[in-house]
C-alpha cells in the first residue's frame, strides 16, 4: 500500500457542485501539503498544516478549504467548483528534515 | 519567501547522451535543501536526488548528479547516459531546514529522450 493515498484518483465534476479530495498516510508525519499542478506553472501550495490543530493558507488559498481531521488524513474542499479549478491536486507529506512524500495525484476536471 | 526558477520548459536528449537541467533559486535563508523530483507520465512526484546547503560537495546518485553553485544560487541536474525511462517532467524544488518549513517549486522542464 502505499504510504500517501488519495481519493478519487481522478474526478469530472459541475460546475457549482461542491467536492472534497481526500489524503491520507501511514507515514506518521505531523505536517501535511495541498499542492495544484498546472502546466507551466509547476505545483502552487493551496493550504498546509504542521499538526492537527494548525492550519495555513498558501499562496492560491482562494475558493478551497481543508480540515485536518487526525494526523494521518487532511482533506481539501472546493465549496463550489469552477473550471478554472480544472488541474492535478497533489498531497504531501513532510518530517524533520526529509524531503516531501507525495500521494498518485487527483486529476479533477471542472465542467 | 523562497523562489525557484527553471527556464527551459522543455529539452531533449539523444539515448546514451548526458544532459544537463538548469534551476536557480533566491531564498534568504542561510540553511536549506535542495530537491529535484521526477514525474514521469504516471504522474507521481519521485524524488531524484537532494542536496544540503551546507554541504560543499555535490550531490550524485548512480547517472543524476547535480552541479550546486550556493554563491550563484543555482542548483542544476546533470543526466549522464540518459535512458528512454528518464523522459519525465523533472521539477527543481527548495525548502529551508526547520519544522515550519514548506516545500516551493519551479515550473519544471520536460525531458524528451529520443533513440
Known amino acids: 500500500d502505499a504510504d500517501v493515498t488519495q481519493t478519487p484518483r481522478n474526478r469530472i465534476t459541475k460546475t457549482g457542485k461542491r467536492i472534497m479530495l481526500e489524503c491520507s498516510q501511514t507515514?506518521?508525519?505531523?505536517?501535511m501539503y495541498w499542492y495544484r499542478q498546472d502546466p507551466g506553472l509547476g505545483l502552487r501550495l493551496i493550504y498546509y498544516s504542521f499538526d492537527v490543530k494548525d492550519i495555513n493558507k498558501g499562496e492560491i488559498s482562494d475558493g478551497y478549504s481543508v480540515s485536518r481531521q487526525a494526523q494521518a488524513k487532511f482533506s481539501l474542499s472546493l465549496e463550489s467548483a469552477i473550471p478554472n479549478q480544472t488541474a492535478l491536486y497533489f498531497c504531501a507529506t513532510m518530517e524533520g528534515n526529509t524531503e516531501a512524500f507525495f500521494g498518485q495525484g487527483t486529476r479533477l476536471t471542472v465542467v | 519567501a523562497q523562489t525557484v526558477t527553471q527556464s527551459q520548459p522543455e529539452m531533449s536528449v539523444q539515448e546514451a547522451e548526458t544532459v544537463t537541467l538548469s534551476c536557480t533559486y533566491d531564498t534568504s535563508e542561510s540553511d536549506y535543501y535542495l530537491f529535484w523530483y521526477k514525474q514521469p507520465p504516471s504522474r507521481q512526484m519521485i524524488l531524484v536526488i537532494r542536496?544540503?546547503?551546507?554541504?560543499?560537495q555535490n550531490a550524485t546518485e548512480n547517472r543524476f548528479s547535480v552541479n550546486f553553485q550556493k554563491a550563484a544560487k543555482s542548483f542544476s541536474l546533470k543526466i549522464s547516459d540518459s535512458q528512454l525511462g528518464d523522459a519525465a517532467m523533472y521539477f527543481c524544488a527548495s525548502r529551508r531546514t526547520g519544522t515550519a518549513s514548506k516545500l516551493t517549486f519551479g515550473t519544471g522542464t520536460r525531458l524528451q529522450v529520443t533513440l
Open positions: 507515514k506518521g508525519h505531523d505536517r
Open positions: 542536496q544540503e546547503a551546507y554541504k560543499q
